[in-house]
């Protein structure tokens, strides 16, 4: 590890900054983790994108439908592949706490920066604080990596502000990512100070977040990769524009990409997002690949749906041929 247990607070906030990606995973025709692909993606996003630090084995990268063993792989590649370069940041998530401890070990031991714990679910209960505690207390006690919370509806409940400055007093809580009403985690940051880096997945909201709350540190979700090329890295381009103070270019930059965000919305069938947000990566020229059962693939007529609204949102291709000769 980069820092001792007792100094991941420090290290995460002069170090968890910027914008971090939630990573798809490239599955291939055998539906065997492609590799190579995926290392050719995270080239891509750090060394291009100017992306500041990658989440992999979360929801984005179907974890449900791999294996252990798979998702330790991934840690493995994420770190050999950019952990020199850019910040790593390792999903444990599982209801089963032995799978969780084993995943933060490995994470830890193949040199990873941080881990992230969704909450489990616990919609049985009619109170889950202290229960919560322990879960977290537990994990952090285990392990000497910065642990970053994950609260999110998937759980059947949401963490309250004041549960989470609770746990960040645990010496490796060092982050949450907040999928939570803005006004929940607008409290939480107020409360939590030094002891807790709060951040959420919505791009929409990163800009206001910055000018609003002073946040620095946006985790984790596609848009940075979905919604930027080599070319065209008006995400990269707004987030520091406002970090340096630079407000009315920054929102300039932002609004642009308004037609970005509606044509991916409007093109995204409810029930398929990891294939749609696939397809839009080979539009992109990046490796997209299969789902994995039980995603749904999309239709010949969603991708050709797809393919128009991408082709007029407006973003500038490295190489345009790509985008109509993406199947």
């Not at 994420?78 to 209801?95: H, L, N, P, Y």
């Not at 193949?110 to 909450?119: K, P, Q, T």
């Not at 789902?291 to 749906?305: D, F, G, I, Y």
Request: proline share 5%.
């Amino acid at each position: 590890m980069k820092y001792r247990k007792r100094d991941a607070k420090d290290y995460a906030r002069a170090n968890m900054k910027g914008i971090w990606a939630a990573a798809l995973m490239p599955f291939a025709n055998d539906l065997s983790i492609d590799e190579a692909g995926f290392r050719r993606n995270l080239r891509h996003w750090i060394d291009d994108l100017g992306i500041d630090g990658v989440f992999v084995a979360g929801k984005q990268s179907e974890f449900f439908s791999q294996s252990v063993a798979e998702r330790k792989r991934t840690f493995e590649i994420t770190v050999d592949e950019i952990g020199k370069r850019a910040g790593t940041i390792a999903s444990c998530s599982d209801q089963n706490m032995d799978t969780v401890i084993d995943l933060a070990r490995h994470a830890q031991a193949v040199g990873a920066d941080y881990i992230v714990v969704h909450a489990p679910v616990l919609h049985f209960l009619h109170k889950q604080d202290d229960t919560l505690y322990e879960y977290y207390r537990a994990i952090s006690e285990k392990v000497d990596i910065g642990i970053a919370m994950w609260s999110h509806p998937d759980s059947g409940y949401l963490m309250s502000p004041e549960l989470c400055v609770r746990i960040a007093e645990l010496p490796n809580i060092v982050a949450i990512k907040y999928s939570v009403p803005r006004e929940m985690y607008a409290k939480l940051t107020k409360l939590a100070g030094d002891k807790l880096i709060v951040s959420t997945a919505s791009e929409e909201e990163w800009f206001d977040n910055i000018v609003e709350l002073g946040w620095r540190l946006y985790v984790c979700s596609s848009p940075p990769y979905l919604f930027q090329t080599k070319t065209d890295r008006r995400m990269r381009e707004y987030t520091d524009l406002a970090f340096k103070g630079e407000i009315a270019r920054a929102k300039i930059v932002r609004d642009s990409l308004n037609p970005v965000r509606e044509a991916f919305r409007r093109s995204r069938p409810l029930e398929k997002p990891p294939s749609h947000s696939k397809f839009w990566q080979e539009l992109l020229g990046q490796v997209g690949g299969l789902t994995r059962p039980p995603m749904l693939a999309l239709t010949e007529a969603e991708k050709e749906a797809t393919r128009q609204e991408f082709a007029a949102c407006g973003l500038k291709l490295d190489r345009p041929a790509l985008a109509s000769s993406a199947a």
